[in-house]
């Protein structure tokens, strides 16, 4: 039987040998220590047997390779060795099968918490938002041509400057592609949801409160976090789990930029009675590390061109306009027809 192991969403930190993922599964289970972590406490005590036999049989074969004499001009003390001399340093095959055994579960087994989800997932969108800053680099550069075109148009106040910003025009490649203006605006975009996904999963992975509802849940769905999902969505200001074994997700709303307690949207309900002296799970509310409330608006009022009103962007209106200009009347007819350069799109 193969078996594959779990890992968790920042596989770099988890180096892999090539045979990762195709362990060989004995089917001894369970294993005979039953405690939390007895996977690992198995792996101790087989490990420690094997290298106990491996070393003394290699201590033994030494003595016996030495005992013996290279001819018979040296015999004097020889010792024949007693018969079953190596039975003792042979390795018991069941040793080796719980062994194996424990090192398939330890690999498979779910030994994250919460605090392990939310760092992984800043891990993950900190490198998406690298990848979305290469692209937005690299699309920027093509629009940039704007620039140089700027500088020629705005001195161009004579008619030889005039006709030199036409010659320019006309030997290099001045226009800016729309689905390069979509890009930019796409990957600012990215660039943005990710630097909030990996501020928000940094500062909740060292938040006492929010681990507390996460781990809670986590506990109450029987969940493999190792398969679960982090999110966060700034416009609602929510931190969602989504539950590889739950109906319902657990949504944290109100961590950033809300005043006042945490809205704890819990995966599954539970019914305090006080039975068992429970205390309801909304004292762990009380741990939580209030955030900087207004910080964020008061550091991107400090940026260059910061329009708090560009909130309400809308990218498909912005195609609809350039559908609305592009089929008003009188069209224009810069093409091969009349000679003019440009051609119909």
Do not use: C
């Given at each position: 039987?193969?078996?594959s192991?779990?890992?968790?969403g920042n596989?770099?930190?988890?180096?892999?040998?090539?045979?990762f993922?195709?362990l060989?599964?004995?089917?001894i289970?369970?294993?005979?220590?039953q405690?939390?972590?007895g996977m690992?406490?198995e792996m101790?005590?087989?490990a420690?047997y094997i290298s106990?036999?491996?070393?003394n049989?290699q201590a033994?074969v030494i003595?016996?390779?030495?005992?013996v004499?290279?001819?018979?001009?040296?015999?004097?003390?020889?010792i024949?060795?007693?018969?079953?001399r190596?039975?003792?340093?042979k390795?018991n095959?069941?040793?080796?099968?719980?062994f194996?055994?424990?090192?398939?579960?330890?690999?498979n087994?779910?030994f994250?918490?919460?605090q392990?989800?939310?760092?992984?997932?800043?891990?993950?969108?900190?490198h998406?938002?690298?990848?979305?800053?290469?692209?937005?680099?690299?699309?920027a550069?093509e629009?940039s041509k704007s620039?140089e075109?700027y500088?020629r148009?705005?001195?161009?106040n004579?008619d030889?400057?005039?006709?030199d910003?036409?010659?320019?025009?006309?030997?290099?490649?001045t226009?800016?592609?729309?689905?390069?203006?979509?890009?930019?605006n796409?990957?600012?975009d990215a660039?943005?949801d990710?630097a909030?996904?990996a501020?928000?999963m940094?500062?909740?992975?060292?938040?006492?409160?929010?681990?507390g509802?996460?781990n809670?849940d986590?506990i109450?769905?029987?969940?493999?976090i190792t398969?679960s999902?982090?999110t966060?969505d700034a416009w609602?200001?929510?931190l969602?789990i989504?539950?590889?074994n739950?109906?319902n997700n657990?949504?944290?709303?109100?961590?950033?930029f809300?005043e006042g307690?945490?809205n704890?949207?819990?995966a599954v309900?539970e019914?305090?009675?006080?039975?068992y002296?429970?205390?309801p799970?909304?004292?762990?509310?009380?741990?939580?590390s209030?955030?900087?409330?207004?910080?964020s608006?008061?550091?991107a009022s400090?940026?260059q061109?910061y329009?708090?009103?560009?909130?309400?962007y809308?990218p498909a209106?912005?195609?609809?306009?350039l559908i609305n200009?592009?089929?008003e009347e009188?069209?224009t007819q810069y093409?091969?027809?009349n000679?003019?350069l440009?051609?119909?799109?």
């Amino acid at each position: 039987m193969i078996v594959s192991a779990q890992l968790s969403g920042n596989t770099s930190n988890y180096p892999q040998s090539t045979h990762f993922g195709s362990l060989i599964d004995p089917n001894i289970n369970p294993l005979r220590d039953q405690s939390e972590f007895g996977m690992i406490n198995e792996m101790v005590n087989t490990a420690s047997y094997i290298s106990t036999q491996v070393a003394n049989a290699q201590a033994s074969v030494i003595e016996m390779a030495t005992g013996v004499p290279e001819s018979a001009t040296n015999i004097e003390g020889l010792i024949v060795p007693v018969a079953g001399r190596t039975d003792s340093h042979k390795i018991n095959l069941t040793e080796i099968g719980y062994f194996n055994q424990s090192i398939v579960n330890t690999a498979n087994a779910n030994f994250m918490s919460a605090q392990h989800l939310l760092h992984d997932t800043y891990e993950d969108q900190k490198h998406l938002m690298k990848q979305a800053i290469d692209q937005f680099t690299e699309v920027a550069l093509e629009i940039s041509k704007s620039g140089e075109l700027y500088d020629r148009a705005v001195t161009a106040n004579t008619d030889a400057l005039r006709i030199d910003l036409q010659n320019y025009i006309r030997s290099n490649d001045t226009q800016i592609k729309f689905e390069d203006a979509v890009m930019f605006n796409e990957s600012l975009d990215a660039i943005e949801d990710y630097a909030q996904g990996a501020s928000a999963m940094l500062w909740a992975s060292q938040d006492p409160a929010v681990l507390g509802m996460i781990n809670s849940d986590h506990i109450r769905t029987l969940s493999n976090i190792t398969e679960s999902t982090a999110t966060y969505d700034a416009w609602s200001d929510t931190l969602e789990i989504t539950w590889n074994n739950a109906v319902n997700n657990t949504a944290i709303q109100g961590i950033f930029f809300t005043e006042g307690a945490l809205n704890w949207q819990q995966a599954v309900d539970e019914v305090y009675d006080n039975y068992y002296n429970d205390m309801p799970e909304t004292s762990l509310q009380n741990m939580y590390s209030s955030y900087g409330y207004g910080s964020s608006e008061a550091v991107a009022s400090m940026g260059q061109g910061y329009v708090i009103n560009a909130k309400l962007y809308d990218p498909a209106q912005l195609q609809i306009d350039l559908i609305n200009i592009t089929n008003e009347e009188p069209t224009t007819q810069y093409n091969n027809l009349n000679g003019n350069l440009g051609g119909i799109q």
